[in-house]
């Protein structure tokens, strides 16, 4: 795998770069492995999760027709809290955890872990294991969220059902050594439960109501419910439409594809034929910060000094890739 890194994220420049980094993460494809002949496993649904995820978005389409009378301050409240949970996903549980596409300071790793409390998706350490499994074995059984088995599943039907016994098996091979040796990651898994209910539910609900007056009813069902449910949805929009809809300019051989409309709604994350291409690259995409508030945000974080060595993939490497792999549908910019 090649990539530069450099400290401080001049896109332009980095492209230019020499190929210098190696990915040291097992984040990417494996093609030795081979699913198991016979019959599949039966399905197993998990009925409390189908009852807790119902009663979810029951509460968040009841938090849907509040908006009218939800007053301006919690709307605006409501929108930091979804780009704060969104960062604590991309910046944080994605782009560092699991691919460690670069590098960020302890105050910037406390800070990606409340906020990545705040997005309630599993703790990071179960995160990036399960989405280390979805690259290296990506559309097998051995992925958590195999979109070969259709839209429902890849988005929120694999959190319905127990898991595919190779996604444990193959997840057990792992190297994750850099995970076990963050005390953020393993201080964040410790007390995740009580993170989740003050930063998720507690903290969304209890500002509006505090600072400006805002009734408690509506504080849980609009920054609460809503809002989490809207991040929810939106990463698993990854993980379905960008694996179905969408050109495949860096690579026709595999699933996942540039999906524009999921990158605006996942703040940067639907360029998702580029990323699962090069997974190592920090921007999860050619274009830096275009569609991609999760770059400019960690773009920010290099330039006051909290972030550094971000991973790009050279203009070289991916010119070279669309030539030999991509569907013909590249373009510049
Ligand atoms: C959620 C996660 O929503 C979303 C992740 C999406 C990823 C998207 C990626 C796309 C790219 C990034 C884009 C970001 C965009 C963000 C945009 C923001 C605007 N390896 O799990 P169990 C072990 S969560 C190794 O119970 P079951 C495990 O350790 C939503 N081992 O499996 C355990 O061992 P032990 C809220 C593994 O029983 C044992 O196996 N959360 C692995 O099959 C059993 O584990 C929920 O809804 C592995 N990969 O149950 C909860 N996996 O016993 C959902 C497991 O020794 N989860 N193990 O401790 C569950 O309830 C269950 O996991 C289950 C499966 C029912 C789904
Ligand atoms: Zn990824
Ligand atoms: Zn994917």
Redo the contacts with the bound molecule.
Sequence with gaps: VTATATACPNPAEQRNGEATGVSSVEDVFDDTYKEREGPKPPRQI?WR?VI??TFLHTGALYGFTLLPSTSAMTLVWSMVC?FI??LG??AGA?RLWSHRSYKASVPLRIFLAVANSM????DIY??A???R??HKFSETDAD??NAVRGFFFAHIG??????HPD??E???K?ELADLKADKVVMFQRKYYKPSVLLLCFGVPMLVPWYLWGESLWVAYFVPGLLRYTV??N???L??SAAHIWGNRPYDHTINPRENRFVAF???G?GFHNY?HTFPFDYSTSEFGCKVNLTTCFINTMCFLGLASDCKKASREVVAARVQRTGDGSHHSG
Excluded: C, Y
């Design positions: 998990v999760n807790l995820m979804f949970s969104a996903v991309t994605h997005a309630f998706q599993n179960e995160w294991r399960d989405h499994v979805h958590p969220h694999w959190l319905l059902v127990r898991k996604v444990i193959k997840g057990k792992l991040v929810l939106a990463t698993w990854v993980n709604s996942a703040i994350e990323h």
